[in-house]
């Protein structure tokens, strides 16, 4: 275990109390008998860096159990909706619900936005996806925004099993599911592809970030 994960598991508990914060970090560092230059070492912008390091674990957390979940005759739409599923299942309600407060603060707000995306290109990438192109980016912006609303409804549900959680995510994932079945007939039409001749060439050049540079 390395000294961030083990500075991690000791902040937890504070978190669910103290939110994502100095307090807790400060809880935390005396508990581990560590000074404050050593926290600052692990996690340099503070309460922040302690947030997306829970939020990334959560990501390592729910790839580990996508990669090894049996998906034998599940469609493509039913194993993107197991891979919200179980990153919803290994996160904690509290935890989360302090984070978004966090992360609706105006200087935080880009992190936010971007461990979501991490998250959905998390789902895509463990699953196989190959797409280099402009579907790379459009895949990862539109079940970021399924995961952001699935999100915010599992926070109030209370349901046994988060199962009205389960049956909204569905929802989501079938709209989706409508609008990718009519981009493909647009894709299909006579003007769209006179557009990809002449203007629509310039999407051509667009391509996914390189690995190293995505998260």
Same mark, same amino acid.
């Given at each position: 275990m390395t ?60 790839? *580990?159990? +996508?990669?090894? %979940?049996?998906?034998? =005759?599940?469609?493509? /739409?039913?194993?993107?909706? #197991? @891979?919200?599923?179980? $990153? ?20 935080? *707000?880009? +992190?936010?936005? %971007?461990?979501?995306? =991490?998250?959905?290109? /998390?789902?895509?990438?463990? #699953? @196989?996806?190959?797409? $280099? ?79 190293g540079s995505?998260?």
């Amino acid at each position: 275990m390395t000294d961030r994960d083990r500075f991690l598991d000791a902040v937890l508990p504070h978190v669910v109390f103290e939110g994502w914060s100095e307090a807790a970090m400060r809880a935390a560092a005396d508990e581990l008998e560590i000074g404050e230059e050593a926290v600052k070492a692990l996690f340099p912008r503070g309460p922040v860096d302690v947030a997306l390091a829970y939020h990334k674990r959560g990501d390592d957390e729910m790839a *580990a159990r +996508l990669r090894t %979940a049996d998906m034998e =005759g599940l469609r493509y /739409r039913d194993r993107i909706a #197991l @891979g919200v599923r179980l $990153r919803l299942e290994v996160a904690d309600r509290e935890l989360v619900r302090r984070g978004m407060a966090l992360f609706a603060l105006p200087q935080y *707000a880009a +992190l936010g936005s %971007a461990a979501v995306w =991490g998250t959905a290109d /998390r789902i895509w990438s463990t #699953l @196989g996806d190959t797409s $280099r192109d402009i579907n790379w980016y459009t895949k990862r912006a539109t079940l970021s925004a399924v995961y952001s609303a699935t999100v915010l409804f599992w926070l109030g549900d209370e349901s046994e099993g988060s199962a009205e959680s389960w049956a909204f995510l569905e929802r989501r994932i079938k709209d989706v599911m409508k609008i990718e079945q009519f981009k493909g007939r647009v894709r299909e039409s006579g003007l769209f592809q006179a557009f990809m001749r002449g203007p629509g060439r310039l999407l051509d050049g667009v391509r996914a970030p390189q690995e190293g540079s995505r998260r």
